[in-house]
């Protein structure tokens, strides 16, 4: 199996890019045969609502009209797919709680949204849901960039990239990191480098993770870099995809993992111009 999603759910918070997203959901629904649910949360102190989603009635008090704009997202749904009707939610505000409460933290579930400075981290660190988010105004992407560590569960995240973006390029990118024993390391001491008595087995251990890179890269046929950090692990990341112009990084996020821990991705989120498509390994 190429990926887990049996749910796609588009969680929606404003009218702006309404469209891209319903019609980003319905495609990968009809191609990954997955159900489609839209889930419109209305953050009042956050965003603003056109008139013709407040009541008729209340108008001038700026009252939500729920059932309008559930109407108004079935009849573009309509638009998009005219074979199958798919559940629309609607609600006010607590955007966070209604998706964990929505989710239950299900593993099967991809979640599409935009980014927002406010809820998207908070929703990365509380929900273990995958997520596609948007950033931009992006309809295809031609460079994916997937930075790895060399473990199993990065073989699985490179396989789901390549099911998903058959027709993306996919490049690598593995930052190699001196650390004997990682438990002890904290997020802020990433950037670690040897002592003058630890060079041999640096440069020792260095080679070994380089060859076992380019073994990744063989094996899936894809570009890679090879990469020995010298500031913070994020910062190097950050540093390396804006040179180089990619279009989505695609990331798994893991708390088990230092690396791969939703705080890491939060700063990449926070940082980068790309898309994003976040999920998680565990079954």
Not at 161 to 170: D, E, M, W
Not at 241 to 247: E, L, M, P
């Amino acid at each position: 199996m190429h990926h887990k999603f049996k749910r796609v759910i588009v969680l929606l918070n404003q009218e702006e890019q309404m469209d891209r997203l319903l019609k980003r959901g319905v495609e990968f629904s009809q191609q990954h045969n997955t159900t489609l649910e839209v889930l419109y949360v209305h953050e009042e102190p956050l965003f603003d609502i056109p008139d013709y989603f407040l009541s008729d009635e209340k108008i001038h008090e700026g009252q939500v009209d729920t059932q309008k704009i559930k109407k108004e997202i079935q009849k573009r749904l309509k638009e998009i797919d005219t074979t199958k009707e798919h559940a629309v939610l609607v609600y006010i505000d607590d955007t966070v709680d209604r998706v964990l409460n929505y989710t239950k933290d299900d593993n099967h579930i991809l979640i599409i949204c935009n980014y927002h400075t406010d809820i998207t981290p908070n929703l990365i660190m509380k929900s273990s849901c995958a997520y596609w988010i948007n950033k931009g105004d992006r309809d295809k992407y031609n460079n994916i960039v997937l930075p790895i560590e060399l473990k199993d569960e990065s073989r699985k995240s490179i396989t789901i990239a390549k099911h998903i973006f058959p027709k993306s390029k996919l490049h690598l990118v593995y930052d190699y990191r001196f650390l004997f024993d990682i438990l002890e390391v904290q997020e802020d001491y990433l950037n670690i480098v040897p002592t003058t008595m630890d060079y041999e087995s640096y440069e020792e251990i260095r080679d070994i993770n380089k060859k076992e890179f380019e073994d990744f890269i063989k094996e899936f046929n894809v570009e890679g870099h090879f990469m020995e950090g010298e500031g913070l692990l994020h910062e190097d990341l950050i540093e390396y995809i804006q040179k180089n112009s990619f279009d989505l990084t695609l990331f798994y996020h893991n708390v088990e993992e230092l690396f791969f821990s939703p705080a890491v991705t939060v700063k990449l989120l926070e940082a980068l111009e790309t898309d994003f498509f976040i999920h998680t390994i565990k079954d």
